[in-house]
């Protein structure tokens, strides 16, 4: 990750334990409609009956009130088409996923309250709020990935608003210019510079390391090693791809 935010904790008594045999694999965004401190108390009141997950303040602070694998409840739906909330019913979704699997939306989520309003800047971030969001969406990713084994894929069906998640009730949460756009672009980004780090530590393996080996059991016209302490070069070569195509051509023309 880049510039590292700091998380606080503040646990809500608002939360379902465990997660009812479900693994999070989305991740709603959602607006506080109205200040972080504000919102960080009610959510952690017992009378309100609510949670999320993390609330993302303006200026880029960040409070934990759920952990990652207890079930908030931020972004349910019924369960019963005439229920109490026959307007929060899953099959009302945008989301096929959650009309497939007809169960209350909570238990396979997590939840990012956002500080502000929707009809502010119909809920547009704050350049901090945005920068923390973003490091806040890498950071679950990684945790659901540790804990569960489970990566979140990087689309608009996985990294969501809850008013896909509740259409009818919340249509307006986190507002239609929250930026899901630059989130997913820079997690696609994050996700493709750890591809090619995995990539040049293959080609450090078979282009350098492995032709180190190689070269010292080889001797040269005097019967010497044509490398002498290959563990040194090793721990010289680092990430200096030139360095590798030179032992790895070495390799191939020595005799």
């Known amino acids: ?11 809500s ?7 009812n045999g479900w693994k999070p694999d989305m991740i709603v965004s959602h607006i506080t409609e109205g200040g972080f401190n504000g919102a960080v108390s009610w959510l952690c009141n017992p009378n309100s009956g609510v949670s999320a997950h993390f609330v993302v303040a303006k200026d880029g602070k960040i409070t934990q009130l759920v952990e990652l694998t207890d079930t908030a409840k931020a972004n349910g739906t019924s369960v019963d088409l005439k229920g109490k909330n026959p307007k929060m019913h899953y099959s009302l979704s945008t989301l096929s996923k959650v009309k497939d699997r007809k169960t209350n939306a909570n238990y396979y989520t997590i939840s990012i309250e956002h500080e502000g309003f929707s009809s502010e800047a119909n809920g547009r971030l704050e350049p901090k709020q945005l920068e923390a969001s973003i490091w806040l969406h890498k950071y679950i990713i990684q945790e659901v990935k540790r804990i569960y084994g489970i ?8 990294i969501v ?8 009730t919340k249509p307006f949460c986190p507002g239609k210019n929250f930026q899901f756009d630059e989130i997913l672009n820079s ?6 510079g750890e591809l090619i780090k995995m990539e040049l530590a293959k080609w ?3 282009m350098g390391i492995k032709s180190l080996d190689s070269l010292s059991k080889k001797k040269d016209n005097n019967r010497n090693p044509i490398v002498n302490s ?14 590798w195509l030179f032992w790895s051509i070495i390799d191939r023309i020595s005799k």
């Open 1 to 11: 990750m880049s510039k590292e935010f700091n998380i606080v904790k503040k646990l």
């Open 13 to 19: 008594p608002n939360i379902t334990k465990g997660r």
């Open 151 to 158: 990566d979140i894929p990087l689309d608009r069906n996985h």
């Open 161 to 168: 608003g809850h008013y896909q998640i509740n259409p009818v």
């Open 187 to 192: 997690l696609k980004n994050d996700k493709v």
């Open 204 to 206: 450090q393996e078979e």
């Open 230 to 243: 290959p563990d040194t070069w090793k721990e010289t070569l680092a990430e200096n791809v030139p360095q």
